[in-house]
């Protein structure tokens, strides 16, 4: 079965840094663009950054500068290390795969992590 686990979501203070890790299996992880999404209470989700197969990444605007997808294939995990954190990232972070696309598109992925809560205080 397909399996999008992450992890490594916390409360951290505005400017500090967390890295959050989705682990994935079930699928031919090099052939999907993996990305990571994020929702926060009242918003709709929105694409934060994605990586390709041969380690193009895109970003939102506002991360830009800050925070870094990364893959390591031979163990099937994405990352997303965010520095300079602001109050405004806090939300739920989703681990995402898409076979066809690799945008910040929301809509045309084909599988989901659960979530790992991210909150940045002031």
Aim: glycine share 12%; charged share 20%; with cysteine.
């Amino acid at each position: 079965q397909v399996q999008l686990v992450e992890s490594g979501g916390g409360s951290v203070q505005a400017g500090e840094s967390l890295r959050i890790s989705c682990s994935a299996s079930g699928f031919t992880f090099s052939r999907y663009c993996m990305g990571w999404f994020r929702q926060a209470p009242g918003k709709e989700r929105e694409g934060v950054a994605v990586i390709a197969s041969t380690g193009g990444a895109l970003y939102e605007d506002s991360v830009k500068g800050r925070f870094t997808i990364s893959e390591d294939n031979a163990k099937n995990t994405v990352y997303l290390q965010m520095n300079s954190l602001k109050p405004e990232d806090t939300a739920m972070y989703y681990c995402a795969a898409d076979f066809l696309r690799c945008g910040l598109d929301t809509s045309s992925n084909d599988y989901w992590g659960q979530g790992t809560q991210v909150t940045v205080s002031s």
